[in-house]
């Protein structure tokens, strides 16, 4: 089998397994776990009790990694993410106490509820997947993997992210209310006895280890593409910059992130070669979050994937035989 | 025949050189074209009819020495459905074994015994004349007494000699009675259609080999038929047997990649023409530009099919998920779909891949070109079997044919003498037309006989040969039927001056019985007359038994071109004919199509026609994407939204919405607790630097738009005003910061 039928096969393994405690979230969870393979963070933006925590905790639990969760609050400080030097008595000197960010999924929920500041001491986590305190840099364990949510609704005391912290995510995806047939498949498995706190009984299984997730991480970055495909990203995220409803285009890390998506996503196929469709699936995701509307255009109540898909409605497929 | 006519006649036929002899060389010189194919051709097949030639033509005919060979072959029949009425006619070559039989034993019969029996199935222009000399057969035979059997063969298949039918059908009374006294015409063609009615194709184990041939190929088009449905209908099961077999794994990566080719001319549509370009670049080892093709060609059809809208920016993916609605061809197209993407995006293509892509495009696409192949099959079988008549038929000119007369007219414009086919209605017959001859079929209606009449009496000169009808009392004979096989002829004694002593033999059949014409042939007892003149007015009649005297065969015996010449130069030369081919004309122009077998042509062309529209539709112009659709700015929303105020006439309602609004944004913007416009009126003028009377007045205005009702039947002061109101209240509204 080859190495990308072998991803694509753990891929299945992985979604037909959350999907047992996650019901209705197939896109989610394809996308986050696109996310994790291609070294990325994932902003979830939906409103509470869509099942963002289970999803952490089941990804943590099926791939094998250790999880964290951090509910931000206005009155949370950097310390209480990144951790900070405590003094020991019995030492008779400072030790670092490692927060909850020295986890490798590490789900901050709410996080625009915190200020600016702390969110900062985020930001150099989920860029440089290292802490700084004291002038001492500590690498994070690998690998290391930010699920962030945030409410799209309450904006009493909130503090949206800057677009400097918002481009660090590598996808931003709109967390949708369950279908009715699906809120009720919920519930019967309610009724069965299902437990979200009690993962294990749910059967759920640990399908790899971290150095193993570290491994495929790294084969799906050995997807090939093509350079057709290179102008094909180039011309999708420089279209943002052109485009008469964004005020501010897509930077070039919107480009790499499109670039490392799209590779997973074809190896998430079981293909070892990247095709248009991939760039064109994962495009609304990779750049909604990058660009700046005009106000005009927010007041005309055009929204960023409105001109996304725009975007990609406009530019031609390479190498289209028609 | 009366002195001022012979004199007249007499002056005329010495006046030009028709020597018998030079006519038979012309004759003979004229039947040696290959025209007159039964001059040429042994195995002509004559009808019963024209085998009567055959004991006049003897065992040798220097003139026309096939015609000899062809009296010894099978009888044919004549094809009215294969239309052309007499110019073209089919005639069937093979015959059946029995109706062979009865041919042969017919023609050695007549040669030889001069029995009168026939095998009745001739049709055609015999069998018009079967209808219309049965009467006069048997009168012939009521009044002779003889009691001969009829010669049915030629004469109508349903003539017998007997008594019974002679009460019912002998008499001249009787034969009137039996004329309708309307539609007579339409009603003699039922009856000749009836008569004339070919017999049924030949089984194919009556017909011999090419018979069996003809079904064989019959068969093997619908077994190719059934075929294509079959493969059709399996093609489905056997692509996803194939589907199953190689994988993209056999497909071999290389290290060294072809060179990508730039586009290539114009964007094709068509579909073959993309798949034989394919197939041309993988020919020369292009095999991504081939495979790209076939894609192509695929996406053509399915937007053909109206399944997808080609347009550039979309991606195969978006072309499989479109075919959402069927499930079946979405998986087929995935398939496909997912080797083209590898193709381009992946591993360079080799053969293995492009095969398959090929095939599975093929299929895919082929369902079009199938439905399109049965039907031009089918049609074509269909067309084969209805144009062939199940039998073995070929096509002669019916005017070169034995009983044509094309060879009488060819021959007598070498001698100045015209003679040419009678186009415009008989009863508008006038002096311009000198000579008129009837032939056979010719069938004048009562109102055209009396027509005649009265042109004949003018001066005319008309010449009545072998069957026209039931012929009227003013030609003072009639014909009666004559037993005789070979009627050797001659000039009755009071026109030997005039036209000698020739030798005229033509074959027996129908003899004229005199009322009071003169005789001017006679048979060779003397006493039988073939044919008469009489004198009626300034004009004359001349009646002959038959047209044999008229036909081509005639010209291969003795003198017979010599006198028919003779006799047309006699009076005046040029000469109108009427035969029945006037009245072979189909009725509709469906059966027109019909006759000339043309409609399973048509039928094909509008098949064609048809699936050509439903596989390519309209689409032959240059490929483009469909425009998209653009959302409008929110400044032409607001532009529309003051069209349809204005084409109302509601500036009004307008201004009073407008006032309200910026009322309460100027209050805003200007933060005082005073109420009241004057307070309002001088922060505005403090702010904006401007006259506080002139926004004084503004304000006032505004403020009386804002309270005016609802219903007010108020105009206004026209739209002119109220635009100029709601101007000066934006620029107060923008210069004290309340837009926002």
């Given at each position: 089998m080859s190495q990308a039928k072998q991803v694509a096969a753990t891929f299945e393994q992985i979604q037909q397994q959350v999907g047992r405690v996650l019901l209705g979230q197939q896109e989610v969870v394809e996308h986050v776990l696109i996310g994790i393979f291609a070294r990325g963070h994932v902003l979830l933006e939906g409103v509470p009790g869509l099942g963002k925590t289970l999803l952490v905790r089941s990804l943590a639990r099926v791939l094998g990694c250790e999880s964290k969760r951090i509910q931000f609050t206005p009155d949370l400080m950097p310390s209480d993410v990144t951790g900070g030097n405590m003094y020991n008595q019995k030492a008779d000197q400072f030790e670092f106490m490692p927060g909850p960010v020295f986890t490798q999924l590490l789900l901050a929920d709410e996080i625009n509820r915190a200020p600016a500041k702390t969110q900062s001491a985020l930001l150099e986590a989920m860029q440089e997947r290292s802490v700084t305190t004291d002038g001492v840099t500590r690498k994070l364990p690998r690998p290391f993997f930010v699920l962030a949510t945030q409410n799209p609704l309450e904006s009493q005391g909130t503090y949206p992210l800057p677009e400097a912290q918002l481009d660090r995510f590598l996808l931003k995806i709109d967390v949708s209310h369950p279908t009715r047939e699906v809120e009720k498949q919920i519930l019967a498995n309610y009724v069965r006895g299902f437990d979200a706190d009690r993962l294990a009984e749910a059967g759920l299984e640990q399908l790899l280890s971290a150095e193993q997730l570290v491994a495929l991480q790294q084969s799906c970055a050995g997807i090939r593409i093509d350079d057709a495909l290179l102008d094909y990203i180039t011309d999708i995220v420089g279209r943002t910059r052109g485009h008469r409803s964004i005020f501010v285009g897509a930077s070039p890390r919107a480009s790499i992130s499109l670039l490392k998506a799209t590779r997973v996503r074809a190896a998430m196929f079981g293909r070892d070669f990247v095709i248009p469709d991939d760039v064109k699936m994962l495009a609304p995701a990779i750049l909604r979050h990058r660009i700046v509307l005009h106000p005009d255009a927010e007041f005309e109540g055009i929204t960023p994937d409105d001109c996304v898909r725009s975007i990609l409605a406009e530019a031609p497929v390479p190498k289209t035989a028609v | 025949m009366s002195t001022p006519l012979g004199l007249w006649i007499a002056l005329t036929v010495w006046a030009i050189p028709l020597e018998p002899a030079d006519v038979g060389g012309r004759a003979r010189a004229l039947l040696a074209?290959?025209?007159f194919r039964f001059c040429a051709e042994e195995d002509f097949p004559l009808t019963s009819r024209e085998a009567r030639w055959c004991p006049v033509i003897g065992d040798e005919s220097p003139r026309c020495p096939a015609l000899v060979e062809s009296c010894k072959r099978p009888r044919g029949e004549l094809d009215f459905r294969s239309g052309g009425g007499q110019a073209n006619m089919r005639r069937v070559v093979e015959e059946s074994d029995d109706e062979r039989e009865t041919g042969v034993s017919n023609g050695e019969a007549d040669a030889e015994s001069g029995a009168s029996a026939s095998d009745g199935s001739t049709t055609g222009p015999t069998a018009r004349d079967g209808q219309t000399t049965t009467g006069e057969h048997a009168s012939e035979s009521l009044e002779t007494g003889s009691g001969q059997p009829d010669e049915t063969g030629d004469f109508g298949g349903e003539t017998s000699a007997t008594g019974e039918d002679a009460d019912t059908k002998g008499s001249d009374e009787a034969d009137n009675k039996q004329k309708?006294?309307?539609k007579k015409r339409d009603k003699r063609r039922v009856e000749r259609d009836e008569d004339d009615e070919p017999p049924d194709p030949p089984s194919a184990g009556e017909a011999g080999f090419g018979q069996v041939l003809f079904w064989l190929v019959i068969a093997a088009g619908a077994l190719a038929i059934l075929l294509l449905l079959w493969r059709a209908r399996l093609g489905l099961a056997s692509e996803d047997e194939e589907a199953e077999g190689p994988g993209e794994d056999d497909v071999v990566d290389e290290e060294e990649a072809l060179p990508h080719t730039p586009a290539r001319g114009p964007v094709l549509t068509d579909v073959e023409a993309l798949l034989v370009r394919a197939e041309g670049a993988a020919a020369a080892g292009d095999y991504r530009r081939a495979i790209a093709d076939c894609h192509a060609a695929l996406l053509r059809n399915l937007e053909h099919a109206e399944l997808i809208t080609v347009i550039r920016s979309r991606t195969n993916g978006e072309y499989v998920r479109d075919l959402a609605g069927q499930r079946e061809l979405q998986g087929r197209v995935a398939e496909v779909m997912r080797d083209v993407d590898r193709a381009q995006y992946g591993s360079d293509p080799q053969r293995p891949m492009f095969d398959r892509v090929l095939k599975r495009v093929r299929t895919l696409v082929g369902t079009g070109l199938q439905n399109m192949l049965l039907a031009v099959v089918a049609t074509t079988i269909f067309a084969c079997a209805w144009g062939s008549g199940g039998g073995k038929w070929k096509t002669y000119r019916w005017e070169f044919s034995p009983s044509g007369h094309g060879g009488l007219i060819e021959l007598g414009e070498t001698y100045g003498i015209e003679l040419k086919e009678r186009v415009l209605p008989v009863v508008d017959i006038d002096r311009q037309t000198s000579t008129l001859v009837l032939v056979?079929?010719?069938?004048?209606e009562d109102e055209e006989w009396e027509r005649l009449a009265e042109w004949v009496d003018e001066g005319g000169n008309l010449i009545v040969a072998g069957s026209v009808g039931s012929l009227p009392d003013w030609l003072g004979a009639r014909r009666v039927y004559d037993s005789r096989e070979v009627a050797p002829l001659s000039v009755a004694k009071p026109h030997w001056r005039d036209f000698g002593q020739p030798d005229l033999r033509v074959p027996g059949g129908d003899k004229l019985y005199l009322d009071d014409a003169t005789p001017l042939l006679l048979h060779d007892d003397g006493e039988d007359v073939y044919a008469a003149t009489k004198q009626i007015g300034s004009g004359s009649v001349i009646t002959l038994a038959d047209d044999m005297l008229l036909t081509n065969a005639a010209l291969a015996v003795g003198d017979n071109a010599a006198f028919s010449l003779a006799l047309l130069s006699s009076l005046g030369g040029d000469a109108e004919y009427i035969d029945a081919s006037a009245w072979v004309g189909a009725d509709t122009p469906f059966a027109t199509v019909g006759r000339t077998e043309l409609l399973p042509a048509l039928l094909q062309g509008l098949a064609l026609l048809v699936l050509l529209y439903l596989w390519?539709?309209?689409?032959?112009g240059a490929p483009r994407d469909p425009p998209r659709k653009s959302r409008r700015a929110f400044s032409q929303h607001v532009e529309a939204v003051g069209v349809h105020y204005g084409r109302a006439k509601v500036s009004r309602h307008a201004v009073r919405l407008y006032a309200a609004w910026a009322m309460a944004r100027l209050r805003d913007g200007a933060g005082s607790s005073r109420r009241g416009l004057l307070p309002l009126a001088e922060m505005l003028a403090e702010r904006c630097g401007r006259d506080e009377t002139e926004i004084m007045r503004i304000l006032v205005e505004a403020d009386a738009a804002t309270k005016e009702?609802?219903?007010?039947?108020?105009?206004?002061?026209g739209d002119l005003e109220d635009l100029q109101l709601m101007q000066k209240l934006a620029v107060l509204v923008e210069r004290a910061g309340g837009t926002r």
């Open positions: - | 074209d290959e025209k309708p006294d309307s056979n079929g010719a069938d004048p390519r539709g309209v689409l032959f009702s609802l219903t007010t039947d108020d105009p206004g002061r």
